[in-house]
Each structure stands twice: as C-alpha cells, then as structure tokens.
C-alpha cells in the first residue's frame, strides 16, 4: 500500500524532470538532424551505413589493386634506368659535339665543314642523275 501511496508524488516528481530537461533539450541543438523522430533517425543512419559500406568496398578494392601496381611500377622502373643511362650518354656525346663544333668555327673550320656538305650533295646528286657505274655492271 505504501508504494501505492507514494506514486503520485513520484509520477509528480518524474514528470516535472521530463518536463525540465525537454526544456533544457529543446533550444541546445542548433541541428535539425538532431531533433528527427527515432524512425527518420534510423532510416538516415541506415543511409549512411550504407554510403560507409560503399567506401569501405572501394577502399578494399584500390588495396586489392596495390600490389600489381608496384609490381607493374617496378617493372617499369627497371625498363627506364638503362634508358636514363643512354640519354646520360647521348646528351654528354651531344654536348661534347656542340662543343667542338662550336671551337672549329672558332678555328675556321667551319668552311670546311660547308664545303664537305657541298660536295657530298652534289656527288648525291651526280648519283641519281647519272646512275652509278656499279649498277651498269
């Protein structure tokens, strides 16, 4: 009986706290995400589950994809030093070419260099109007 007797004082009581703390709930959230019904609330973290999940797989399938990557990188790797080691060589043969050229033009050789060109078009050219003599043979 007692416990009979001291419900309504606590029903009181309890309401009394819901009614305060609704109060204190009701203007702290600034989110309209935060004061959704339980059911809209369920369906958007079902959502959101869901757009996580898709991440997750895309995730696994790009780690899934490292390893033939490297390989193919290394792969490559190994295909481009010999290349980077001609280039090396070729653009030292190059420079050391500009360079001599550039002290035989200093030196007047220059005309010498002009003058092979002319005689070499020409001789081609001689060639290919006159036929070359071991083609009539």
């Known amino acids: ?49 869901a757009e996580l999940l898709q991440y997750q797989r895309r995730i696994d399938n790009a780690n899934r994809s490292i390893p033939s990557k490297q390989r193919k990188l290394e792969a490559l790797d190994r295909e481009l030093k010999p290349l980077e080691q001609n280039k090396q060589g070729v653009v030292a043969f190059a420079e050391e070419a500009v360079k001599k050229r550039d002290e035989d033009r200093q030196r007047g050789l220059a005309d010498r260099e002009n003058s092979g060109r002319w005689y070499r078009s020409a001789q081609e050219a001689l060639i290919a109007l006159v036929g070359d003599e071991d083609d009539k043979k």
């Open 1 to 49: 009986m007692d416990t009979i007797k001291s419900l309504p004082p606590t029903i009181a009581q309890l309401e009394e706290e819901v009614a305060s703390l609704m109060h204190l709930n009701s203007g702290t959230s600034s989110s309209p995400h935060m004061n959704l019904p339980l059911g809209e609330t369920l369906s958007q973290l079902t959502a959101v589950e």
